[in-house]
Every structure is written in structure tokens, then in C-alpha cells.
């Protein structure tokens, strides 16, 4: 593969900061936050699950490794901007481990992202400052031994 196409995800992410006005780090007010969360998809059973991924911590999504690096936010008095910079390779049958993308991904543009794998998505959703299996039951829920349908929560990715 020439060293153009390798550059290529790069030039696509910086060239999407540039134009989505992304200004440097330094320059722009942001809260780092200790949880991404992520939406993936499975093309084959049209199945989409939610989960939560530690930064640093490497977690397995089908044959995606997927490691956050940082999650941004801003704050609530700014206009909504989440990002992460994540690693994703991919485990092929043999064992071989293949990096697949490096680099920023952004909550309010899921299609800028440079994953691209012929069976499973990955886009960022937001970022948490808590994980919600860490969070207090609601109070106000009807039945408390059962949640509603649609709060029942999925399976997460295997750790790695």
C-alpha cells in the first residue's frame, strides 16, 4: 500500500477539525472525561449495541479492538462538541493483528469516522464522568425487580 493511502485517514481527520472549526487544545475549554461511549453495530445480524470502554482499556467488539485514548466534551454552556481519540485494529482468524484506525473521532459527526470494516461500525455517542452501572437506580420506575423493555440492558463487548 503506497504511503499515501496510509496518510489518508489522517489528512481526512485533520482536514475535518479545520473545517468543523476546531481550534487547538490550548485555545478551546474542554472537560476530559475517564468513560467513552460507543454505538456498535453488527452488519450481519443488523444488531446495535451501546457500551461504555474505560480510557486505556482495550475491549473486544466482534474481531475490533478498540481503545479510547482521551473523550472531550465541553462545557454545558458551549455548543455541544464530543471527541475521541481512539485506536481500533482488527484480530483476523489466524491471530494476526491488523490497526485498522488511529486517530479523532467526533459525537456529532459519526460519518467522518475512517473505520472502515466490512463486517462491524463503531461511532462515538458521548462521553460520562460516570459509568451508569455505577449509577443509582431510578426511584420512580413502577416496577423495580423488572425494567421496561426497552431499558434492558444488552450484553457489553468482551474485555480484552
Known sequence: ?????????????????????????????????????????DKITARI??????????????????????CHTR??????????????????????????FDGWVFAESPGLSAIDHPVYDIWLTGCRQTSLADAPADETSDSPDRPAPDQIPLPPPRPF
Open 75 to 100: 462545557p454545558p454552556t458551549e455548543s455541544p462538541n464530543t471527541t475521541a481519540f481512539i485506536e481500533v485494529e482488527d484480530v483476523a482468524l489466524d491471530g494476526e493483528v491488523v490497526s485498522l
Open 1 to 41: 500500500m503506497s504511503m499515501a493511502l496510509l496518510r489518508l485517514p489522517v489528512a481526512l481527520t485533520l482536514g475535518a477539525a479545520v473545517l468543523f472549526g476546531a481550534a487547538p487544545a490550548s485555545a478551546q475549554s474542554h472537560i476530559e472525561n475517564p468513560i467513552a461511549v460507543f454505538n456498535g453495530l
Open 49 to 70: 449495541i451501546a457500551f461504555e470502554v474505560e480510557i486505556d482499556e482495550t475491549i473486544q467488539f466482534g474481531s475490533l479492538l478498540l481503545t479510547p485514548r482521551a
